[in-house]
């Protein structure tokens, strides 16, 4: 039953990656919209992504992109995506909990569209 | 628990779940959370949208490109998040605010603010800045406000008036929830009718504001919000007492009926004892008297159908006694006895109604309404002023967006009927020596449009059309304003456009009775005043270290097609009060606030007034505008609820009334002084809803010695009290406390 869940997500991801190609048996690389506004979001979100599996991560503040490398046997794209909606975050799949989101620093309320506005 | 409700959701409908928001939405009063049925959630931008349903739950398909959600519920403050995420939980807790206008956001309060998102420059001023400058009415809650000034109109009545864009208070729109308050009758007292603690916020604007709120601002618009039914505390409490004998007590109720329904208790006394006379020229320093007010206000919501209203009624009751100190403290004064009397009564009822239609978030209809009641009976000396007025209020307005929120427009119709008496006797004639009764039936129509492409830039054109029956002709009134952020730290502005009003010659000039001058009425035509204003301005904001600097200049300019001008200078003895053309106004402001530190806050003014008046002897400057003014406030707050507020405040030179044909005696200068004054407030807050405060005006005990010409002999020519450019009353210190019941935890 855990596993039916993730088809759908996985479906979505599948659909939705612009850049989506398995380099190599072994190693997947790919790219994951993370919302964020700052220097103190990249360390969170980049050190949240850095899970058992992950072997390059790194997240561009102004296009939001997170390039990912990592391992299709040992983690999966909805694992990374949950791991750093539970760190506060916001992907493209899904969102992150009230309560994580609410942990972070004031400055990196990236739903706030005044914070926004101070880091443009 | 997180991904069982995941499996559920996916494994319920998978199509839906894969690209779909869900959420919650509370309202937020008094510290607890609610869900609110029938609010507005939309993607920015888009016409998708939704509305919560009766356990404040939603779900909306993501739509691509779109990333701001907004929620937005009548009564409260509309409240966006970016959201990137195709499906997933986003909750919003909204705070009460604005009042049934969907359309305008309001934004960050901050104590005084620029609202940058609008189109036409305006300061939203709330409850924290009020409480810096805790005396006692209206007039005086600009006292951190360099855009408007408040001064004496002369040494008797104790009026104050406001001053914006070099011109009086009667040149701006001055409403109560968007209602038309201080107009007719009411233009002179309507400020002192607004006592400071019913007033929950004030919206300030400057220059020509929406054609929605009718064809009479000039120089702007002061739109003051009292506290309601949802956002009032159970029990709040403010008393205060000054060393001029003045003391007064407001309180503040509101209660829940049931889930739709609620209503608050408004009540205002306030009393002035004993006659003060600081610099013994036998008169009155300010008047004796009372005021009462009341008011009760009803709230209603019909959860989730989208309509929404409130209705009221207000009572007020004013009574002044000035002049000669003898007047004042004899139950039976000699005729020979100079005093003034001032009687005043208001009773008014008003409400407005709202809806919002399901599936269209954008699209409402409200309708406003208003009946009021007000007379005044007035003695100054020998003469004696009667002015009545009976007014009906209504407009509607229907508001949507075509197509997408860049297009968004305002329409609807008003109507306006007055019957004013404004009249003027003497004791010895039986004749009046002014009477004006007119009926004057108004009915108008607008159209706004707003365009707003990008959040940075935002256009609103409206025009409207009023019938005037008193002057039987149809007057067309378009404005324009325009906005332009160039960076999110610098933001233009420009607009412009026509004001009318109907002046009331004797009402609004009852000042001028408070001297022996003759009234003079041959050259007054039967018009409306007609004005038309420009105005443009720069907020620039530069981050020093982790704080921000805000500058902001503006420049306005008025020019009178048509200006009802009290001329005192042709003859000492005789006021003319004249119709003519070409009065105008430059006003140029420059404003500087920063934090200097943590929690001191600075802020430096410096306002330059060029106002002239065509006289019965050409173009001259205006009386008692001073050309430069400044000023300096610094407030600050610690961490244990401490405020501390000073204010120091230079007044330039101002002009006074021509005297050179005056025996030498009774000769003034041309113009007054330029003068300093200084202000300064603690506050002091507790755990338990307690605040306390003491402070104290005119610290520097600053005082104008001699205010009247001729105090001796009031029944005698020459006697004039329009000179009144400073302080009267020197230092007046004053106590007083808020409180407010703490909510019950449950």
Same mark, same amino acid.
């Given at each position: ?5 993730k088809i759908p997500l996985f479906l979505i991801g599948l659909l939705a990656f612009s850049t989506f190609h398995a380099q190599a048996q072994t190693e997947t690389d790919t790219t994951l919209i993370v919302n964020g506004v700052c220097h103190m979001c990249k360390m969170t979100i980049e050190n949240a992504a850095e899970i058992k599996g992950v072997s390059q991560v790194e997240w561009d503040v102004d296009s939001k992109v997170l390039a990912l490398v990592y391992n299709p046997e040992i983690t999966s794209l909805e694992a990374i995506s949950q791991a750093i909606n539970n760190s506060g975050y916001d992907t493209e799949i899904d969102t992150a909990p &009230?309560?994580a989101y609410?942990?972070l620093h004031?400055c990196c309320h990236y739903r706030?569209?005044?914070v926004v506005? &101070?880091h443009q | ?17 894969w690209s ?42 993501k739509?691509n490109g779109h990333n ?14 970016i959201v990137i995420s195709r499906k997933g ?658």
């Open positions: 039953m855990k596993t039916l869940y &009230e309560e609410q942990s004031k706030d569209p005044e506005k &101070e | 628990m997180k991904i069982l409700r995941l499996l559920l959701i996916t494994a319920g409908c998978p199509l839906l779940a779909q928001i869900t959420g919650t939405v509370n309202g937020l009063d008094n510290g607890k959370t609610f869900p609110l049925a029938g609010a507005n959630v939309f993607w920015d931008g888009t016409e998708t949208g939704t509305t919560t349903d009766q356990d404040g739950k939603y779900e909306l398909p739509v701001t959600l907004t929620v937005s519920f009548v009564g409260y403050q509309t409240q966006s998040k939980t986003m909750d919003f807790t909204l705070k009460p605010g604005v009042e049934l206008e969907g359309a305008e956001v309001v934004g960050k309060v901050d104590a005084t603010k620029v609202d940058v998102t609008k189109a036409n420059l305006s300061y939203k001023i709330d409850d924290k800045e009020l409480r810096k400058a805790a005396c006692c009415n209206l007039s005086e809650s600009f006292e951190t406000n360099a855009s408007v000034d408040v001064s004496f109109t002369d040494a008797v009545t104790g009026t104050r008036q406001i001053e914006m864009l070099g011109l009086a208070g009667k040149y701006a729109l001055i409403q109560r929830e968007n209602i038309p308050f201080a107009r007719g009758l009411n233009a002179n007292t309507g400020l002192t009718y607004i006592p400071g603690p019913f007033v929950e916020s004030i919206q300030l604007t400057k220059g020509l504001s929406s054609v929605l709120n009718g064809y009479e601002s000039i120089t702007g618009q002061i739109n003051v919000e009292f506290y309601k039914p949802e956002t009032a505390p159970k029990l709040y409490v403010n008393a205060f007492a000054n060393q001029g004998s003045r003391a007064e007590l407001n309180v503040l109720s509101a209660l829940p009926v049931n889930d739709r329904l609620s209503t608050a208790v408004l009540a205002h006394a306030s009393n002035i004892g004993i006659p003060q006379d600081v610099n013994n020229d036998g008169f009155a320093d300010m008047p004796t008297g009372s005021q009462l007010n009341f008011m009760n206000r009803w709230h209603f919501e019909n959860n989730g159908d989208g309509w929404e209203g409130q209705i009221g009624i207000s009572a007020i009751q004013s009574r002044k006694v000035s002049g000669q100190i003898d007047y004042i403290e004899s139950d039976a004064p000699a005729d020979s006895l100079w005093g003034y009397e001032s009687e005043g009564r208001r009773v008014e009822l008003f409400g407005k109604t709202g809806y919002i239609f399901e599936n269209h978030p954008f699209r409402s209809f409200g309708i406003i309404y208003d009946l009021s009641y007000q007379d005044h009976n007035g003695r100054f000396g020998r003469r004696f002023h009667y002015g009545e007025q009976q007014s009906a209020y209504l407009n509607t307005i229907f508001q949507d967006i075509i197509g997408t929120t860049a297009h968004e427009y305002r329409t609807g119709f008003s109507f306006q009927i007055d019957r004013v008496t404004d009249r003027l006797s003497t004791q010895n004639l039986e004749e009046p020596l002014y009477n004006m009764e007119r009926t004057e039936a108004v009915p108008g129509a607008y159209f706004e449009y707003a365009f707003e492409p990008s959040p940075r830039f935002t256009l609103v054109a409206g025009i409207r059309s009023d019938y005037n029956s008193y002057f039987e002709e149809l007057y067309v009134t378009p404005r324009l304003n325009v906005r332009y952020s160039v960076s999110d730290n610098t933001t233009f502005r420009l607009g412009g456009g026509r004001g009318q009003r109907t002046a009331n010659v004797m009402i609004e000039n009852l000042n001028l009775l408070a001297s022996s001058r003759i009234m003079n009425f041959q050259a007054l035509a039967i018009l409306p005043e007609v004005a038309w204003n420009t105005g443009a301005s720069i907020v620039q904001d530069v981050n020093i270290g982790n704080r921000k600097m805000s500058f902001t200049v503006d420049a306005f300019y008025t020019w009178f097609d048509n200006k009802v001008v009290a001329d005192m200078d042709l003859d000492p003895n005789t006021a003319y009060l004249i119709s003519s053309r070409g009065s105008r106004s430059l006003s140029l402001l420059a404003q500087v606030d920063y934090e200097i530190v943590k929690n001191l806050d600075i802020r430096l003014a410096y306002k330059y007034l060029d106002a002239q008046d065509q006289f019965l002897g050409g173009l001259r400057q205006s009386y008692l505008i001073p050309r430069h003014r400044a000023f300096v406030n610094l407030a600050y707050q610690t961490a244990k609820q401490w405020k501390f507020d000073a204010t120091l405040n230079w007044f330039g030179a101002k002009r006074l009334p021509i005297t050179e044909s005056s025996p030498q005696q009774f000769q003034r200068e041309s113009e007054s002084p330029g003068f300093f004054t200084v202000n300064s407030q603690v506050n002091k807050a507790f755990k338990n809803g307690l605040e306390v405060f003491v402070g104290v005006d005119n610290l520097l005990n600053f005082r104008q010695d001699d205010p009247i010409i001729n105090a001796d002999n009031p029944y005698a020519p020459y006697f004039d009290t329009n000179f009144t450019w400073g302080p009267i009353f020197g230092r007046n210190i004053y106590v007083g406390l808020y409180y407010t019941l703490p909510d019950k935890k449950e």
